[in-house]
């Protein structure tokens, strides 16, 4: 199994606190992503990375930010937290996304309640 | 508006049943991949199909890829329980997104 570890893996909060998840791979893979997963959307991309402090915006990026200090961790904030980010949040990462692309490996996933 | 329609969202089956899932859409694609997902896990990589036409094998799961390479198919022979999960597409977007389809859950009843 690809070394990825997803902090916390469950979370209740309420409505207007920050929350910070936490990805950290042991893989030294390049490339790391944030998804969201909801009954009916599949899984829908927040944020990427493709590089230590090289991120951009997925499908869903409003109301999240994230941040890649070190090659081995990728952090997705919520400022402001809202019931419509309750969710399922999974970290993935790739060696060589792009043409032919390589497999994406995740993480156990992220369980977050906003009350 | 989704990049990936997949159908059908839901298919609950009998043990021994054949059944197909689909990915569907309006763009072209190098490459489209397909995950299986089970309960309280993250999707785990089955196949990826690169070439228009191509079919590929898994045991009972046969994977193929559209000519047009816009669409792709899982068809899956004498499903058996452990075939339970969401299976998903996806393909790679710009350089170095990886984008999904919407799902499809199926159920195998022993």
């Known amino acids: 199994d690809a070394g990825i570890t997803q902090s916390p893996r469950h979370k209740v909060t309420e409505t207007g606190t920050p929350v910070t998840l936490r990805c950290h791979q042991t893989e030294n893979h390049r490339y790391m992503y944030w998804y969201r997963q909801d009954p009916g959307h599949g899984l829908r991309l927040i944020h990427y990375?493709?590089?230590?402090?090289?991120?951009d915006k997925g499908e869903v990026s409003d109301g999240y930010s994230v941040s890649r200090s070190k090659t081995e961790d990728f952090l997705l904030t919520l400022e402001s937290a809202t019931s419509s980010q309750t969710s399922v949040y999974f970290c993935?990462?790739?060696?060589?996304?792009?043409?032919?692309?390589?497999?994406?490996?995740f993480g156990e996933g992220s369980r977050l309640t906003v009350l | 508006t989704q990049l990936l329609e997949q159908s059908p969202q839901f298919l609950s089956i009998q043990e021994g049943e054949n059944l197909t899932v689909y990915c569907n859409s309006s763009s072209v694609f190098s490459s489209l991949q397909w995950y299986r997902q089970e309960p309280g896990e993250g999707p785990v990589l089955l196949v990826t199909v690169v070439t228009g036409g191509e079919v590929k094998k898994l045991k009972r799961l046969t994977f193929q890829f559209g000519d047009a390479r816009k669409d792709s198919s899982l068809h899956i022979t004498a499903a058996q329980p452990g075939d339970t999960g969401l299976y998903l597409c996806a393909v790679t977007s710009g350089t170095y997104k990886y984008i999904f389809g919407t799902g499809t859950r199926l159920k195998v009843l022993a």
């Open positions: 993935a990462i790739s060696e060589r996304p792009g043409q032919g692309a390589g497999e994406l490996f």
């Open positions: 990375s493709y590089g230590v402090k090289d991120t």
